[in-house]
C-alpha cells in the first residue's frame, strides 16, 4: 500500500507543476498576450488554436488532480484503518523472574547511645 501511496504522491506533484505551466501560459482575457510567455509568443509556437489546446489541456489536468488526490485520501484512509487494526494490540512483555530474596538474618543488636543528654 505504501508503493500505491508514493506513487500517487509522486503523480500528484507532476500533474500539479505542469498545471501550473499551462495556467500560467494561458492568453488573459483583459490583455491579450499569454501571461507566462509574454504576448503572442505562444501562439507564434504553438499556432492558432493555442488557447483551445490550454484550455483543454487544463481541463485534464484538473480532472486527473482531483482523482489522484480523491486515490491518495483514499490510500491514506484505507492503510490508517487497516493499520489501527493490526498494530492496535499492545505487545506482551514478560517481567523477568525476580531474584529469590535472600534469608532473613538475626537483627543486629542496638547498643544505648554513649553521649549524655545536655542537661537543663
Known sequence: MNLLIYIFTFLLIIVSVLLVLV???Q???SDGGVA?????AAESAFGAETNNVLVGTTKTLVISFFIISFGLYLAH???SKHQATVDSKLPTVVAPATPA????????????ASTPAPAK
Request: positive net charge; charged residues 10%; hydrophobic residues 40%.
Open 23 to 25: 495556467v500560467l501560459a
Open 27 to 29: 492568453k488573459a482575457k
Open 36 to 40: 507566462a510567455m509574454g504576448g503572442g
Open 77 to 79: 484512509l484505507y492503510q
Open 101 to 112: 530474596q535472600p534469608a532473613p538474618t538475626a537483627a543486629p543488636t542496638q547498643t544505648p
